[in-house]
């Protein structure tokens, strides 16, 4: 591992010249023909070291890549798959108030750590073992998805097919906190829209005649609250609220979006009961609650716990400490450990700012983060 880390090191500026290239070809995940702009430059990556690459075409959203690299000798024996998205938050336009930049010993810019960073580190991970003539026992199938931050729908079945081929997998989305802990735990997300009808009145003159749907939102929104269990690891919240039209009409429509996590899969079917038997409270009303996407928990299960500890032992060899963390934030990963995969989250970049305009990537801590990744590589 030493000697991996000190010709990772070696490379360190055109780690940080890749990253830039990457993050000055911006690639939201609304914008189909930019993020495929960008799947071709990592396409392009690939195929110089030898990949086969194929791209994954799709009508509406970004095409994903996906890149096949053996670096064996005679055959593969089962396959590990890494996984990681082309698509950023940021539209079109973002780099002209927030460009790539060098400052601090950290590199700046939209989608640097989530997820360009990891991108990059996979491409010199894989160098890294050429040049050490490492020969791995398995075949590696980097997945790179374009709808990530928008919820995996065109992805999702691509990501499955490919973990159940797998030993183990890989995600590269960031890391946790500044020091670099990988995430052994994730939550599930779902999520619901509340829809209320009640019937429009005049507010002043006859309100007695209406049923007002912002008032039974708000009673709604109230017992929604009481979801809420920290202990279990259960969050959830009111995030958009919308009703009514005009300020003298007792309103007839209301709606909220809901946004619920749960760190076990068995709370799942709990939480959904309760938000179908939601009634009305007022005399009247009417409700419809809708169910909108869906991604399960990843466990900490003694497989992840597994993988987990393997990865430090490797950051042992190269004198370097290495964490985990439990986070309320889904990922790909959800998806694969949902299978009984062994999935290990949070191995890109060490940074911070996920989507906001302070995100950026801490420079020194990139060859240790790609010679661990080359370290599972190698070992898994
Ligand atoms: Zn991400």
């Given at each position: 591992m030493k000697r991996i880390l000190s010709q990772l090191r070696g490379r360190q500026r055109e780690m940080v010249k890749l990253l830039g290239e990457f993050v000055r070809c911006e690639s939201p995940s609304h914008d189909k023909s930019a993020v495929d702009r960008f799947g071709q430059i990592v396409a392009r990556e690939w195929k110089r070291r030898g990949a086969s690459v194929?791209?994954?075409?799709?009508?509406?959203?970004?095409?994903?890549?996906?890149?096949?690299?053996?670096?064996?000798?005679?055959k593969p024996v089962g396959q590990v798959v890494v996984l990681g998205h082309l698509d950023t938050v940021y539209p079109l336009g973002?780099?002209?108030?927030?460009?790539?930049?060098?400052?601090?010993?950290?590199?700046?810019?939209?989608?640097?750590f989530d997820m360009k960073g990891g991108l990059t580190l996979a491409l010199f991970a894989v160098d890294a073992l050429r040049a050490a003539a490492i020969e791995p026992s398995k075949r590696f199938v980097l997945l790179w998805t374009s709808d990530e931050e928008i919820g995996s729908e065109t992805s999702r079945r691509a990501i499955e097919q490919e973990a159940r081929k797998s030993e183990a997998v890989l995600v590269l989305e960031p890391s946790f906190g500044t020091d670099g802990r990988l995430k052994t735990e994730?939550?599930?997300?779902?999520?619901?829209?509340?829809?209320?009808?009640?019937?429009?009145?005049h507010a002043g003159i006859d309100p007695e005649k209406g049923v007002n749907a912002v008032h039974e939102l708000v009673l709604q929104i109230e017992r929604l609250m009481k979801m809420n269990d920290p202990r279990r690891?259960?969050?959830?919240?009111?995030?958009?609220?919308?009703?009514?039209?005009?300020?003298?009409?007792?309103?007839?429509?209301?709606?909220?979006?809901?946004?619920?996590?749960?760190?076990?899969?068995?709370?799942r079917a709990q939480l959904n009961r309760k938000l179908h038997a939601v009634r009305p409270i007022l005399k009247g009303a009417r409700i419809e609650v809708r169910r909108t996407g869906d991604r399960p928990p990843l466990e900490r299960t003694a497989?992840?716990?597994?993988?987990?500890?393997?990865?430090?032992s490797l950051m042992r060899e190269?004198?370097?400490?290495?964490?985990?963390?439990s986070t309320g934030g889904g990922s790909d990963g959800s998806f694969t450990a949902a299978l009984g995969v062994p999935t290990l989250d949070g191995?890109?970049?060490?940074?911070?700012?996920?989507?906001?305009?302070?995100?950026?990537?801490?420079?020194?801590?990139?060859p240790a983060r790609a010679a661990l990744i080359a370290g599972l590589l190698a070992t898994l």
């Open positions: 194929r791209i994954l075409r799709q009508d509406e959203r970004g095409n994903h890549v996906r890149a096949e690299i053996w670096l064996g000798k005679g973002t780099l002209a108030k927030m460009p790539f930049r060098i400052s601090g010993g950290r590199a700046w810019g939209p989608g640097t994730r939550k599930g997300v779902g999520g619901a829209e509340i829809i209320v009808t009640g019937r429009a009145a690891g259960i969050t959830a919240q009111t995030t958009v609220v919308s009703g009514g039209t005009l300020t003298n009409v007792v309103p007839e429509h209301a709606h909220a979006s809901v946004d619920i996590r749960y760190s076990r899969q068995a709370d497989a992840v716990r597994k993988l987990f500890g393997q990865a430090q190269m004198g370097l400490p290495l964490g985990e963390a191995l890109g970049a060490v940074g911070d700012g996920a989507h906001s305009p302070r995100e950026h990537v801490l420079i020194r801590a990139l």
